[in-house]
T-cell receptor, first 112, second 113 residues
Framework: AQTVTQSQPEMSVQEAETVTLSCTYDTSESDYYLFWYKQPPSRQMILVIRQEAYKQQNATENRFSVNFQKAAKSFSLKISDSQLGDAAMYFC?????????FGQGTRLTINP | DSGVTQTPKHLITATGQRVTLRCSPRSGDLSVYWYQQSLDQGLQFLIQYYNGEERAKGNILERFSAQQFPDLHSELNLSSLELGDSALYFCASSVGPALYEQYFGPGTRLTVT
């Protein structure tokens, strides 16, 4: 069974600084996707970024980028130039052939 | 706005009762997924339908059931409700059956008293 682990229950960062959220996963599948979802206080689940396992190049979406280390089964999210609106729960998720598996989340606080 | 709609937004009911949650997927999406999120917890996958057929099952209780209709909307039925069923229930949709990104609806907050 696939598992996703986020080892940082909480993180905080100063506004305009950079922060990295960690995620590791375990799977025997070779074809899969990885995602980061953001859940602000409104509780809406918002897709932040995705990475296909077959792609070596790390995905980037504006201020959000990932460091995908397939051999190490690591998938971290870097947020540059942090903004107050980035404050939220961030969930790492693994999508294999069967289902989407979420980590327990990291609560990110932005300090003004 | 993800394009996935869920009704109702909030639902308050008593233990032992039965409720139905409704989801309409994004236009063109054939897969619908249901998730449960208890307070300050991650999301637990309940069940997936693809083009009207059940495709995958997760940690769904026997008291819960779901279906996807010919117009592709889906309903999640929760019966014999218990206090522990209080949670946020999300529906998500995707184009295909697997290995496609999922877009989430705003959720239905269920409170069982």
């Amino acid at each position: 069974a696939q598992t996703v682990t986020q080892s940082q229950p909480e993180m905080s960062v100063q506004e305009a600084e950079t922060v990295t959220l960690s995620c590791t996963y375990d799977t025997s599948e070779s074809d899969y996707y990885l995602f980061w979802y953001k859940q602000p206080p409104s509780r809406q689940m918002i897709l932040v970024i995705r990475q296909e396992a077959y792609k070596q190049q790390n995905a980037t979406e504006n201020r959000f980028s990932v460091n995908f280390q397939k051999a190490a089964k690591s998938f971290s999210l870097k947020i540059s130039d942090s903004q107050l609106g980035d404050a939220a729960m961030y969930f790492c998720a693994f999508q294999g052939a069967q289902k989407l598996v979420f980590g327990q989340g990291t609560r990110l606080t932005i300090n003004p | 706005d993800s394009g996935v709609t869920q009704t109702p937004k909030h639902l308050i009911t008593a233990t032992g009762q039965r409720v139905t949650l409704r989801c309409s997927p994004r236009s063109g999406d054939l897969s619908v997924y249901w998730y449960q999120q208890s307070l300050d917890q991650g999301l637990q996958f309940l069940i997936q339908y693809y083009n009207g057929e059940e495709r995958a099952k997760g940690n769904i209780l026997e008291r819960f059931s779901a279906q996807q209709f010919p117009d592709l909307h889906s309903e999640l039925n929760l019966s014999s409700l218990e206090l522990g069923d209080s949670a946020l229930y999300f529906c998500a949709s995707s184009v295909g059956p697997a290995l496609y990104e999922q877009y989430f609806g705003p959720g239905t907050r269920l409170t069982v008293t």
